[in-house]
């Protein structure tokens, strides 16, 4: 990986893909997880967390499980996942789950298969994503558009080209497919604001370059600018140690109990 002139996500996604997807004699396509939870986020929630990413972002908390080390972890088919997934739902009484950790996106197959189980129960399904496939490829947002229930958070790295490459160390145009991916989504019938929202990583952002980008999201849709989910880093102490490794220091951070921090 060439982090100097800036890697591709698309190269990094073809060789990550190899260590964290699995196909079966009958096409069953596994993905490699972590573990499954539950947890209080989005007022109480089952989370299967995915290994592997296509990005390396320099504040992400799951790097020493998930995001950037392949070979952990154990694979599951669609069907074992959803069972999972429902066994902690239905002991905590939750009505969410979610695919969390890396980036589920890369598991394209086993992503449809699952959403297909959890399509028409009563759960909703939310899909926390970098963006950067639904982005790249034209159809992946038709195909997400087919579950009623699914429910689409795209994680924007940054406000701006120069800041998604700082806070990455990929190519700075692909924060546009991170947009672009928004925009696929918004166009294959995802409503925004609330099937579709943008969640972004200010820490390392100013006001200035926030309010660009809102603007650059209202010319998707208006309602896209109003429906920002504002992200901060929370200072895990690997969180802090990565950061350190990669000269970044935000502005904005919180401690793990919830209280602002400065590291400034
Ligand atoms: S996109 Fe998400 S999972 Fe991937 S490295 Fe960045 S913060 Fe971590």
């Known amino acids: ?28 396509e596994s993905r490699r997880y972590y573990r499954f939870r539950g947890g209080r986020w989005y007022g109480g929630i089952a989370t299967g967390d995915v290994v592997g990413c296509n990005l390396r972002c320099g504040f992400c908390w799951s790097w020493r499980d998930a995001s950037h080390i392949m070979t952990k972890g154990f694979f599951c088919t669609p069907r074992e996942t959803f069972n999972r997934l429902t066994y ?27 959403l ?26 038709e195909e997400l558009s087919k579950f009623s229930n699914l429910v689409i958070r795209v994680s924007l790295k940054g406000t701006c080209e120069s800041e998604f490459q700082k806070l990455t160390l990929a190519k700075p145009e692909f924060f546009n497919i991170q947009l672009k991916a928004i925009k696929n989504l918004v166009d ?59 000269g970044l220091k935000p502005k904005i951070a919180y401690n793990p109990n919830g209280i602002p921090s400065s590291m400034i």
């Open 88 to 114: 902690i739902a239905e002991r905590n009484g939750y009505r969410l789950v979610r695919l969390s950790g890396g980036e589920p996106t890369l598991s394209r197959d086993h992503l449809l298969q699952l």
């Open 1 to 28: 990986m060439d982090v100097e002139a800036g890697y591709d996500p698309i190269e990094l996604y073809s060789k990550v893909k190899k260590f964290i997807v699995r196909v079966d004699v009958d096409g069953v």
């Open 188 to 246: 294959a019938g995802f409503m925004p604001g609330e099937r579709v929202y943008a969640a972004v990583m200010l820490s390392f952002s100013s006001d200035e370059s926030y309010m660009h980008l809102k603007k650059r999201l209202a010319e998707i849709h208006p309602k896209l600018s109003e429906d920002i989910d504002e992200e901060y880093v929370i200072l895990y102490p690997h969180v802090v140690e990565i950061m350190g490794r990669r």
């Open 116 to 141: 297909k189980h959890f399509n028409e129960t009563k759960y909703t399904f939310i899909l926390e994503t970098n963006g950067i496939l639904i982005g790249y490829e034209s159809d992946y947002a």
